[in-house]
């Protein structure tokens, strides 16, 4: 069975039993302009329809699946193994409180196993997992007993901890338990246990292929408060890890949705052939790229941009590691538009548009990689590889780690900090996250602002209240965060107070790039459910990281000084005004605010 084929019969099979087959929505998850939210792509079949699954009625109906075109960053370093892409497809079908645990785990047992409307696939290289209970929730026995009851023996079954089958969507909100579904991809390895079963996955023998999430349970503030009204399923299949197990492949670059990808790479190299690592890695990113450009992402030095112009890079790098000669790249893109020919029309549809990218990209990239090379041969420090020859933080990383080195961030970071008082504009430009192409100065402005009024509502109403979003426009600034009550009209002139106080402090704002777990030792404001990538860009308001008054995980851009803030009016002091505040959901109130 061809990929496509896979692709049709799973959304063939849930049309069947009367799912509403939803179209792959784009990779690019929606915003307007200047939202400052780290979710930059779908990352998984569910994530277009949180808004459905958080209970607002979905127009199709309750029982909906589709094919999502999804990219995960946080794995691209496990790129070049058997079973991680970047850009990969998540089949999918919900339940919005139509069906639960008893249909949905059947469903996805016929489709694995019928061969008429299904896949076929060998039972007995099926294994089983589920939540094993903590205090928060109880064992989830009730799957088990339904998979005893589809026939899987229970030497196929385990209980594993919150860690691996427990789903949630961050401290407020619906959570669950989920059971996963793994595949035998080397075939009669008869695993009669737990300590078998996780020793194989973890040599990558068993894989996961699908997981069914059962939203049962709500949380508040990070606790399980009781069940839900309405209890949802969602699931997901990678299609690539499916069809590698259809087609016996051990790894999914073996498929037919990579292979001819390998085939045009192996025709363009003249040396290192063996390195199936570099084959693999350039396929990838070339495919996640061919997508990206589709869906509207151009190369730039800002959030998605920069995700698409690192894929590119790291592409080229390996490109270089193969001889593959400068200009070559490109010939990949009608390789990959052919795969997806009636999937995915929109790539056929800007090929053009693809390809002058990819070539620009590499040609841009090439001179920058020669260079950045033969200088970190010679032992350049990071910082001048940076600053002087643009080389990326990233690869030097990439490269010192291939040596068994280690960059030191911390001189890194200092080094850059000061390079910026020096240069502001210049170095930000060539940060991950770092000063918009074409940010507003208004837009700007109230970026900053919005920083000082999360700070200055944690001071009034407690540290408990997280950001939900927050959008801004030239015009206004708008925040939501969590809150149990309306505030009171004090609490609204304290925090105007607050932020009105900081704006005529003149504070200096400054940026920081940091290894995640360093960035949250720092105490810095971040959004619990958002997924952050290994380095994390931290602004802090105040002289210093250390002391400062305000720090927040954020790509920027921001204004220098708070007290580009205060009016231009100069008879008038800095006008911070909350103009609304009102709730938008259980628990959530929404900020409206201006710079008067
Ligand atoms: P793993 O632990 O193997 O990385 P996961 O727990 O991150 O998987 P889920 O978030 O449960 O996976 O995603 C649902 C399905 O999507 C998985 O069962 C798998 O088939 C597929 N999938 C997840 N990540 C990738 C990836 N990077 N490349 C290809 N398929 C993936
Ligand atoms: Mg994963």
Redesign the pocket.
Known sequence: MTANEIRARFLKFFKERGHAILPSASLVTPDEKGVTNATLFNS?GMQPLVPYLMGEPHPAGDKLASAQKCL?TT?ID?VGDA????F?E?LGNWSLGAYFKDEAIKLSYEFLTSKEEGLGLDVNRLYITMFEGDETAPRDEESKQIWLSLGIPEERIYFMSAKSNWWSAGDNGPCGPDT?MFYDIVGGLNLKNKEEFIKADDEQKV?????DVFMEYEKKEGRVIGKLKQHNVDT???L???TAVIQSKSN?FETDLFAPVIVEIEKLATKNQADFKAKRIISDHLRASVFLIADGVLPSNTDRGYILRRLLRRAVRYADILGIPEGNLVNLTKVIADIYNDSYPEIKNSLNKIKEEIKQEEAKFRQTLVKGLREFEKGTDPFILFTTYGFPLELTQELAMEKGEQIDLRKFNARMAEHQVLSRAGAEQKFAGGLADNADPQVIKYHTATHLLNQALSEVLGNGIEQKGSNITAERLRFDFSHPNKMTDEEKRKVEAIVNKQIQADLSVGQVILPKAEAEATGARHMFNEKYGDEVSVYYIGNDLATAWSKEFCGGPHVTRTGELASTNSAQAAKFKIVKEESIAAGIRRIKAVLE
């Not at 894989?207 to 997981?211: K, S």
């Open positions: 998984a995960r794995d496990d079973t991680h892409a970047t990969f998540m996963e894989v996961e292929i699908w997981n997901g299949a990678g690539e890890r499916i999914i």
